[in-house]
């Protein structure tokens, strides 16, 4: 970590501003994305009254607070050091206060994206030097943490800042440490970069940070003693300020330990005990990194440490672990994703995006951060700048390139045929997220009950014009046969999800290729179908009134209720055109046809789509056009697969194997390779 602001300044990606006509467009976007992110996180937050903002400000002289103290209000979560720089903002008129402190607390996250792109190690392609600072933005603009950051009286985003510009751009030790302090004295826990800088080296820097936290602290203990006492004494270190220390806001071990329902002295001997072992592993490997050259993501390990370890660590303290997607994990290039995904989704969406909302999964859904950050400081295998995989990974395998289908339609980069298999992790978070958002689409499409059964009308008269219109007939005939009625309901519950997820499964561990080409036009038939219930809401057979038709499934519902009764609150229930029930149906129908090695394989796939086409219909939850629907919109999934990557069946020529990573030169902590060295 040696005169870090030096070796950011005249590394070799640092002056980059310029680039190619693609990747100047690309960085303009990407610029663009930014500014329109930060513009809705300052809007949300301009929407408050801004006496009802300046209340949530909890600071002594703010309408809602109390004049003596701090503290006396249990809501203002900072130190008496930040209090003591608060406390004249408060005297500012509400809607100037407002403005300001949202403007500035946007300008700091753009401030932090910035320093932290031209700090990452060298050697940088150009394309990641030009993209990084807007990628970085853009993703702490959608961040969780930004999201409350932003609220009143929150200043976490500031220590980052003062973190980073003392690592990389201040120069002299002095200057440095002073930043570093002052970091620790607004948010204690940062004061664990101190050992850090002892043990990179930099101990006049680590000497300069602990004096002025300590006379940061001492200065609001002369100005504040009662205030002090409160926060460091009778809350230790500003615990149970600003909600429960059980609370799920509460990112940090001790909080993790009082929600799995610790308490006493032994939760606080537990807590203790794995605290230090946090410190000890997360130093160590932050004192690494940083002889390596990696000085982005010790920092970010030593944050992550930080903020899991301190008594009360918030949401809004982990902006850390955003900056920690610097470090490079895996020795494949299909592995090279997963990290920084995992990251992004568990800074961006919520715990109950990522995971369902079982009783088993509680301890891991409510601490996503805190594992996040616990993952990045002690746990997650950063590759050295030595490693012959730091560079030039183990490239993934490609099939034949495939010519275009039509010459205004080029087949696009990112849909080349991969032979190998693709990460698990990866896979699975992406089908969580995927499934999640599909689910949350289909519940907000429009619930017009006029709209719908209108609709309604108007499928079942094309189907008198057609003479399909078979579904009451079948209905009636299944409800007066019991065994039937109880087979048709079985299969109707327990197959939607289970054969697909059945057949995925199979394909990623025997046929990883063809994997990749089923799962793509699953996913462009489902995200077609989410069009289809945005544009056409449709009142299912059961949910049409006077028709007589019998739900089998649900059970007998109030028609008379303007809401259909309780199954309205589950989900859409006129998300019914297309049917996704007989389109993935037909999707796994067609996938075993066209792959299974045997006859009888292939009879059951085919039987699969006839069986659900007769048990949507026959218990009333689909028309028979939904299922053309369906089938239409699964076609034209396996059509645009075909159309971006070519036919399902390239592969590679014959002889033509996996290339192996070509050994790079072996890069010291400062950059330079042994070439280079020579060369000098």
């Avoid at 940088?124 to 990084?132: D, E, F, G, N």
């Avoid at 602290?217 to 909600?243: I, K, M």
């Avoid at 997220?433 to 689409?441: D, P, R, T």
Wanted: aromatic letters at 8%; proline letters at 8%.
């Amino acid at each position: 970590m040696a005169n870090a602001a030096e070796h950011s300044g005249a590394n070799g990606h640092a002056g980059v501003i310029g680039g190619n006509g693609r990747l100047g467009a690309l960085r303009l976007l990407l610029w663009a994305v930014a500014g329109v992110l930060a513009l809705r996180q300052a809007a949300a937050v301009l929407r408050v009254p801004p006496g009802e903002w300046l209340s949530d400000f909890h600071l002594p002289g703010s309408p809602g607070s109390l004049l003596g103290s701090l503290y006396d209000g249990g809501q203002f979560t900072g130190t008496p050091f930040s209090g003591l720089v608060l406390k004249p903002l408060v005297g500012l008129a509400a809607p100037s206060l407002e403005v300001a402190w949202t403007c500035v607390t946007l300008l700091f996250v753009a401030a932090v994206g910035l320093v932290a792109a031209r700090g990452l190690p060298d050697p940088v392609p150009r394309r990641t030097a030009l993209l990084a600072a807007p990628v970085l933005v853009a993703l702490m603009m959608a961040s969780l943490p930004v999201r409350e950051a932003a609220s009143p009286g929150q200043t976490a985003v500031l220590p980052v800042l003062l973190v980073l510009l003392a690592v990389f751009r201040v120069p002299g030790d002095r200057p440095a440490g002073f930043l570093v302090g002052l970091a620790a004295a607004l948010q204690p826990a940062l004061l664990l970069f101190a050992p850090l800088l002892w043990l990179a080296g930099r101990r006049p820097t680590a000497r300069t940070a602990a004096v002025t936290f300590a006379g940061a602290t001492a200065l609001s203990w002369a100005a504040l003693p009662r205030d002090s006492w409160t926060y460091w004494v009778e809350h230790l270190a500003g615990t149970g300020l600003g909600g429960a220390p059980d609370s799920l806001a509460n990112q940090s071990v001790h909080g993790a330990l009082l929600r799995l329902g610790l308490t006493g002295p032994a939760e606080i001997l537990l807590y203790l005990a794995l605290a230090a072992g946090i410190v000890w592993i997360a130093l160590r490997r932050a004192a690494r990194y940083a002889r390596d050259g990696q000085l982005l993501l010790a920092v970010a390990i030593t944050g992550c440490a930080a903020v899991a370890v301190s008594p009360a660590g918030w949401r809004h303290q982990l902006l850390w672990v955003l900056l920690a997607v610097a470090g490079k994990v895996g020795t494949r290039a299909a592995d090279r994703p997963v990290w920084p995904v995992a990251v992004v989704l568990a800074m961006t969406l919520p715990s109950s995006v990522l995971l369902p909302n079982l009783a088993a999964l509680a301890p891991v859904r409510d601490n996503v951060l805190l594992l996040a950050a616990l993952a990045a400081a002690c746990a997650v295998p950063f590759l050295p700048r030595s490693s012959a995989y730091w560079r030039e990974p183990v490239p993934t395998a490609y099939g034949r390139p495939a010519a275009a289908r039509w010459s205004r339609v080029p087949l696009l980069p990112f849909w080349r045929h991969v032979l190998s298999r693709p990460n698990l992790l990866l896979e699975l978070l992406l089908i969580r997220v995927g499934y999640s958002l599909y689910s949350h689409i289909r519940a907000a499409a429009p619930t017009s009950r006029s709209l719908a059964e209108g609709h309604g009308s108007e499928i079942h008269g094309i189907e008198k014009v057609l003479g399909i219109d078979i579904e009451h007939a079948v209905n009636q005939a299944v409800v007066n046969t019991p065994w039937l009625e109880a087979f048709f309901n079985f299969y109707y519950t327990s197959f939607h999800f289970v054969v697909p997820l059945t057949i995925l499964a199979i394909l990623y561990w025997r046929r990883p290729g063809d994997y990749r080409w089923a799962r793509a036009s699953l996913g462009l038939g489902t995200v077609l179908a989410l069009i289809g219930f945005w544009l056409y809401p449709l009142a299912p057979p059961r949910l049409m009134p006077a028709l007589g038709f019998v739900d089998t499934v649900h059970g007998v519902q109030d028609l008379a209720n303007p809401q259909y009764g309780a199954m309205t609150a589950i989900s859409n229930q006129y998300a019914a055109m297309p049917s996704l029930h007989f389109g993935w149906s037909l999707w796994c129908g067609i996938v075993v046809v066209v792959l299974a090695p045997k006859g009888w394989q292939k009879l059951l796939g085919a039987l699969h789509p006839l069986i659900t086409v007769c048990a949507i219909v026959v218990t009333a939850n689909h028309w028979v056009l939904d299922a053309v629907g369906g089938a239409l919109v699964v076609g034209a999934g396996f059509g645009l697969v075909y159309v971006l990557s070519g036919p399902r069946g390239a592969a590679l020529p014959a002889g033509v194997g996996v290339p192996r990573p070509r050994v790079p030169e072996r890069v010291d902590a400062v950059g330079a390779s042994s070439g280079e060295r020579t060369r000098a």
